[in-house]
């Protein structure tokens, strides 16, 4: 699967899902430029580990849901490298677990610039490279949580379902390009927001605790994830787009 002479960037790129795509990304050849917000030390540790490795990757900071940074951003990963033909929206936050009630409207409005304006801003930016390559990808990391759309989540879901339905309305646009989009839905994963999210709504110090409880003896890692991302955007996936995979194990067990 290799990716020699791309150039990928991934969002949130420097912990959690996002290190484990770049990581993978760059093993089977691209270059990459890993976005971070605020964890500059994260970012700076996965471009390191990639260029032991062998690899080629530059670190960018951008808030995604801001238009100006993105622009400058991705101007600057132009000016670097030429090109851009792979996009991962990874960047996420979550919400807080409260009713729509409860929710606080700055809160709302955050979650989903972040999953919805941050992608679409993105993708926007990136597609005038992307066609002038001989392949563009575009990958989309939801969540599960679409599948329920469970209470005390609505900024989350609502955030993460626009962006799905972005990827939907995407696909059929740019397929003309050679551009394939498609939709990465994980479970719970363990990362940082992960382990948050297991100890406030699992009561799990450690996620690791949930390994008897998951699919397969295990929670799902950041590589469980990254392996989907890596198919889609290579040449086994050439005739693939407009898809949505789940990597959540198959569900609950007995469910």
């Not at 959690?16 to 795509?21: K, N």
């Not at 409005?109 to 597609?127: N, Q």
């Not at 050679?178 to 996620?207: C, F, W, Y």
């Amino acid at each position: 699967m290799s990716l020699e002479g791309r150039v990928a960037l991934v969002t949130g790129g420097g912990r959690g899902i996002g290190r484990g795509i770049s990581m993978a990304l760059a093993q089977d050849g691209a270059t990459i430029a890993v976005n971070y917000r605020r964890d500059e030390e994260a970012a700076r540790e996965t471009v390191a580990s990639i260029e032991q490795a062998g690899g080629k990757a530059k670190m960018y900071a951008a808030s995604v849901d801001n238009w100006d940074e993105d622009k400058a951003m991705v101007e600057q990963i132009l000016a670097d490298f030429g090109h851009i033909d792979i996009l991962v929206n990874n960047a996420g936050i979550a919400s807080r677990g409260q009713s729509v009630f409860d929710t606080d409207i700055a809160e709302m409005e955050r979650v989903v610039r972040t999953h919805a304006f941050g992608p679409y801003y993105l993708s926007k930016l990136v597609l005038r490279s992307m066609r002038e390559q001989p392949r563009g990808d575009i990958i989309m990391i939801s969540s599960v949580a679409t599948d329920g759309n469970a209470a005390n989540g609505s900024p989350y879901n609502m955030g993460k379902a626009a962006e799905e339905a972005l990827a939907l309305t995407l696909y059929k646009e740019e397929r003309k390009h050679n551009i394939h989009v498609n939709i990465v839905a994980p479970g719970l994963v363990e990362s940082e927001m992960g382990r948050r999210l297991a100890q406030a709504t699992m009561g799990a110090k450690d996620i690791r605790e949930l390994d008897a409880s998951s699919p397969f003896g295990r929670v799902c890692q950041p590589e469980d994830v990254a392996n989907v991302v890596r198919f889609l955007v290579s040449d086994l996936a050439g005739y693939v787009t407009g898809e949505r995979i789940r990597v959540h194990g198959g569900g609950a067990i007995g469910g």
